[in-house]
């Protein structure tokens, strides 16, 4: 599949590790949430996409993460 900002098929496939934190003064005090997604970059533009894991999904839906009640 080529990049979806400039069409090339120079795509290379990384792992990565991701801390998502919440936004905003309220939310300074809140653990990050800790993704590890397979991450698609292009080598052309540098455009890169992935798809966060279910588990983190939940977390950043819910607003908080793991350990924060």
Same mark, same amino acid.
């Given at each position: 599949m080529p990049c979806k900002s400039? $069409?090339? *098929? &120079?795509? $290379?496939? #990384? +792992?990565a590790e991701? =801390?998502?934190h919440f936004s905003g003064l309220k939310n300074? &005090? *809140?653990?990050?949430v800790w993704v590890v997604p397979e991450l698609v970059v292009c080598l052309n533009c540098g #455009? =890169? *996409?992935f798809v966060?894991? *279910? +588990? =983190? @999904?939940? @977390?950043? $839906?819910?607003g908080r993460a793991a350990g924060a009640e």
């Open positions: 400039c $069409g090339s *098929e &120079n795509l $290379g496939k #990384f +792992t991701m =801390a998502i300074i &005090n *809140e653990p990050h #455009f =890169a *996409e966060v894991p *279910e +588990t =983190a @999904l939940r @977390l950043l $839906g819910k």
